[in-house]
């Protein structure tokens, strides 16, 4: 993932957090995990569809309950601002690990990504137009003025704010608008695209493959969450299948989409703005809407460089250990075997990272993913055969979980500003949300 170092916003450094609150941290999230994989999965129905409630959603909402309650938690257990601060880094560097895993399976299963053809390409128009489609009406019959550009021209992740930044400023309406879309995706993003992708999949309207292209809408956490849930009502043999197709989308939204949010929903996003307020914004007497002005401003919106090695090796670290946690609970892979291919993953992983400090300009993501999805193309190099044998064993769930429970205790220090942003902005970014996850499935269906 990229970072919004251009942005105003402020972070606390990641150092600030001590040696014992590191260690305290990595413990206090390797219990989650096991407390999340242990409560297993949840359905319950609602109307006509089914809202399942995964491991990686329980991590996600204990942790974010244990750190807005630190105060109240004995010291021994404690997660306090700073380890909350900490955990957004780990987090980031986490995340390696799981695109490693992403793209080994994409280059596994490279045959099903090329089938998906026509549809991949086409289902980024969903990506980056149904966020206005859906969220840009709405925020103006709500009475939001300007800040709705921001907020419902994409889903408002760091390389979005950039593109305001620029442009606008972040102190504008639409750098408002952006920042609450942040703020509300990171803090209640992957609950909601879980609980709303697995309804939509337990309809039984759309082809999983469809619903996994909608659910690589340009984030790692988000994608996580969303796949896990259509995942989960699939049977088990169609998750190699669905995961490759879910994991190129969402390459793809993350560097095609760029464009196409700079290029074509912001531009578009603007008109339509100036086209519909004074048609919409009739329905509504309240005057432009302030989504948390002062507040918003002092949101973290990633960490502005790298985190030292010792960090990231940290994050692989408690990635590593959730994901041999969940694998051994819950789908009884033994610990040496999952230690193997854990070993394989963060080798790529760490060859990658050696190179983007010698080049720091790299965009890691991008050349994390390409490097692993050519070495996981069967038949391709001597050792690929056997790398995606010791790989396939780790379930691509079982990343999930830790994943999220460290967004859960990133999010947990951003929980007063989000109050202060107002219900209105907050329903029109989940709508947005909605709208790219949407919209991608539904153009991705024609193909289906």
Not at 167 to 183: D, N, Q, T
Not at 393 to 404: E, H, M, S, Y
Request: aromatic share 8%; glycine share 12%.
């Amino acid at each position: 993932m990229t970072s919004a170092a251009s942005t105003t916003s402020t972070l606390p450094s990641v150092a600030s957090s001590s040696a014992s609150g590191k260690l305290r941290l990595v413990l206090v999230t390797l219990a989650v995990v096991a407390a999340a994989e242990l409560i297993g999965p949840v359905q319950f129905s609602v109307g006509p569809g089914k809202v399942a409630l995964l491991p990686m959603l329980w991590a996600l909402l204990i942790a974010a309950a244990w750190g807005i309650a630190h105060r109240r938690v004995p010291g021994a257990v404690r997660v306090a601002t700073a380890e909350q601060s900490f955990a957004g880094g780990l987090l980031n560097a986490g995340l390696l690990l799981f695109v490693v895993k992403l793209g080994l399976t994409v280059g596994a299963a490279l045959p099903q990504v090329k089938q998906a053809g026509w549809a991949l390409l086409f289902q980024e128009f969903g990506h980056a137009l149904g966020t206005l489609a859906l969220g840009l009406p709405l925020a103006l019959l709500l009475g939001i003025k300007r800040e709705a550009v921001g907020a419902t021209f994409s889903v408002g992740r760091e390389g979005n704010l950039v593109i305001i930044g620029e442009k606008y400023g972040m102190a504008s309406p639409e750098g408002r608008g952006v920042l609450a879309e942040y703020i509300t995706g990171t803090v209640l993003g992957a609950l909601f695209i879980a609980v709303l992708a697995g309804f939509i999949a337990s309809l039984h309207i759309f082809d999983p493959r469809s619903l996994a292209m909608g659910a690589g809408v340009g984030s790692g956490s988000l994608m996580a969450a969303a796949l896990g849930a259509i995942a989960a009502q699939q049977p088990a043999e169609m998750l190699p299948q669905l995961t490759a197709i879910a994991a190129a989308s969402n390459l793809l939204t993350t560097v095609v989409g760029f464009y196409f949010t700079l290029f074509l929903s912001l531009p578009l996003c603007s008109w339509l703005y100036g086209k519909l307020e004074p048609v919409l914004g009739r329905f509504s007497k309240r005057g432009a809407q302030d989504a948390g002005t002062g507040a918003v401003s002092q949101v973290s919106v990633g960490h502005g460089g790298a985190l030292p090695l010792r960090d990231t090796l940290i994050a692989w670290a408690v990635v590593s250990g959730g994901v041999l946690i969940g694998n051994s609970l819950t789908y009884k892979v033994p610990v040496l075997v999952s230690l193997e291919g854990l070993a394989a993953v963060a080798l790529i992983a760490l060859i990658v990272e050696g190179i983007k400090r010698l080049v720091p300009r790299l965009p890691m993501v991008l050349v994390l993913s390409v490097v692993a999805t050519v070495a996981g193309i069967p038949g391709l190099f001597p050792f690929s055969d056997a790398l995606i044998a010791i790989t396939a064993k780790l379930n691509f769930l079982a990343f999930t979980t830790p994943v999220l429970a460290l967004a859960g205790f990133s999010v947990a220090k951003d929980l007063p500003v989000f109050r202060q942003l107002g219900w209105r902005i907050v329903v029109v970014s989940l709508t947005a949300t909605a709208g790219t996850f949407l919209g991608a499935t539904v153009i991705a269906e024609f193909f289906h």
